[in-house]
């Protein structure tokens, strides 16, 4: 019984491990954090327009888990730049789904179908963009379905924009996991593979 219970201990203790942040982490998740909402700020001109979704994926499929750190530290700091208000209330979920949708992709695709699901996976978040943001919206104004339904397909440009824009980002997913992850290598980071 006690062999059983420290091996459970154990297998506990490496997942804590695991989760755990290093210092050269937390310093380079600022960074990826920090270059995301720069990016976003230097785009900000151009209406649905960004690098985010190119982002996410790219942190996603190199850090895993650990991805929701950057991604986080992108939605605060957008939160103290431009305000905590109603609109920044949905940043808390919207993109943690690109994250999800990213995590549920098999880790070893072959080059050839990376290069292609990534960009498409990024597109599918843009175009959804307005859907996933609505019910926060609806919420927070008493908005009806009904109401909620115009209020997407008033938006259905710009997420058409966002999904155009994110696919051609998207292409870049692919190279920018492997340099990524030779840079980690690079300092002994252990990434996903």
Request: contains cysteine; positive net charge; hydrophobic residues 55%.
């Amino acid at each position: 019984m006690d062999n059983k219970t420290d091996t459970g201990l154990e297998k506990q203790n490496k997942k804590l491990k695991k989760a755990r942040l290093t210092i050269f982490e937390m310093v380079l998740f600022a960074m990826l954090g920090t270059l995301m909402f720069s990016s976003k700020m230097l785009m900000e001109f151009l209406p649905n327009i960004h690098l985010l979704g190119m982002f996410i994926v790219t942190f996603t499929v190199v850090f895993r888990f650990k991805a929701l750190v950057p991604i986080y530290i992108y939605v605060f700091l957008n939160g103290i730049v431009a305000g905590f208000a109603p609109w920044w209330i949905p940043y808390l979920y919207v993109w943690t789904v690109l994250w999800g949708m990213t995590m549920l992709l098999p880790r070893n695709m072959p080059p050839k179908v990376a290069m292609i699901v990534y960009p498409l996976v990024c597109a599918l978040h843009g175009i959804l963009f307005g859907i996933l943001y609505a019910p926060a919206q609806a919420m927070m104004f008493s908005l009806s379905f009904k109401q909620m339904l115009v209020w997407i397909a008033s938006g259905a440009f710009f997420d058409i924009t966002h999904c155009v824009s994110n696919l051609i980002a998207g292409l870049l997913i692919y190279p920018l996991t492997l340099l990524l992850r030779k840079l980690c290598d690079s300092v002994q980071l252990k990434v996903a593979k």
